[in-house]
């Protein structure tokens, strides 16, 4: 009973946080989140730095997944300690990944890329796991190791699909140019990007128009996703739970390209459609060499318990702060501010 009052805490709280994403954030008034200035001109103005909602939404999205991936193997009572020394590691691995594979696959320098990032960092994780436990640091079994990163995967994705919608990237089609079935499905649900300085204006020139909402569906089939398999996890259902996590949320990315029109490589099918194919045979390979080992059956109290820690929350600050500064800069807008006196107020 306990692991299901859980899980439904937490599909709440994620509902809450959709609904007012999806409202709010194709808004022109939610990309820039603060602007720095750095120079002054020559006119009297600032040149500015702009930090972005895209960096602020994305940080929290890895901090929660971080924090779900620390939950659950805190209920398999491993110490916050060695899981998020792994999780710092496939960090490491995966952030720089998210751009290189984006700089190799788009030829753009200036963005980043989940899928491409999600792909390296669950292939690394079985070695990286099996390398900590040859030195003795720590005794995870692989599988439910991985259970829990597709799950915080899953989770961490479809949280940080609202950071696409304020950025208003990995967009999708035009109604105008879908099936009449399409238009009927997505008319009263379609997202409408305003402000010249998203994505979608300056890539397509589609900002003020109706398009298929993909970053909205896309945050629901994932974390949807990632409720059921954490079910399935705390039932000690490990291999279920990774096939789940995994399958779901990769047949959905490729899927779900279907939908998008912004660019995505070259070929008939993308890289990344390639890449999330490749990865729905991954957890039946997985299965198969790595053995389940033994571990307890999951109390998601103990794991509740180990994240009331002083040191384990400054370290999820940093990790929050670290992403927010490495995604957060904007590299694609500029900012002219001005300061004055109200004088009224003298």
């Known amino acids: 009973m306990t692991n299901i ?52 939404l994305t940080a929290s999205a890895q901090v929660f997944a971080v924090s779900i991936m620390l939950i659950l193997m805190g209920a398999l009572n491993r110490t916050w300690t060695e899981t998020l020394f792994l999780v710092v590691i496939l960090l490491g691995v995966c952030v720089p990944a998210s751009r290189l594979i984006a700089r190799i696959v788009e030829k753009k320098t200036s963005t980043f890329t989940v899928g491409g990032a999600s792909f390296i960092g669950m292939l690394s994780a079985p070695f990286i796991l099996s390398a900590a436990n040859m030195t003795g640091f720590c005794t995870i079994p692989v599988i439910p190791f991985l259970a829990a990163i597709a799950i915080s995967y899953a989770f961490g994705e479809g949280i940080g699909r609202l950071a696409c919608i304020s950025f208003g990237c990995c967009y999708g089609k035009p109604l105008s140019q879908c099936s009449p079935l399409m238009r009927r499905l997505f008319s009263k649900t379609c997202f409408v990007f305003n402000g010249k300085t998203k994505k979608i204006s300056y890539e397509s020139g589609l900002d003020g128009q ?81 053995p389940p080992g033994r571990t307890s ?48 107020r003298i």
Not at 10 to 39: E, M
Not at 43 to 52: C, R, V
Not at 236 to 253: D, E, G, H, M, P
Not at 311 to 335: D, E, H, N, P, R
């Open 210 to 290: 109706e398009v298929i909402p993909v970053q909205a569906l896309t945050s629901i089939v994932y974390l949807s996703t990632g409720l059921v398999a954490m079910l399935f996890f705390l039932g000690a259902s490990y291999a279920v739970a990774l096939i789940i996590a995994t399958c779901c949320t990769q047949l959905w990315r490729f899927v779900s390209e279907l939908f998008r029109a912004d660019f995505r490589g070259g070929g008939r099918l993308s890289a990344y459609q390639i890449m999330s194919l490749l990865l729905v045979c991954y957890p039946f390979a997985v299965t198969v060499f790595f």
């Open 5 to 56: 009052l859980f899980v439904f805490a937490l599909s709440v709280l994620l509902t809450i946080s959709l609904w007012w994403g999806f409202k709010k954030l194709p808004g022109d008034n939610r990309q820039i989140l603060a602007a720095i200035p750095l120079c002054k001109r020559d006119s009297g103005t600032w040149e500015g730095l702009n930090l972005t909602y895209y960096g602020m």
């Open 297 to 344: 059956v999951p109390d998601i109290m103990l794991g509740l318990k180990g994240m009331v820690n002083p040191l384990l929350i400054l370290c999820l600050q940093s990790i929050w702060m670290i992403v927010f500064f490495y995604l957060g800069k904007s590299k694609v807008t500029g900012a002219t501010i001005s300061f004055y006196v109200r004088k009224d």
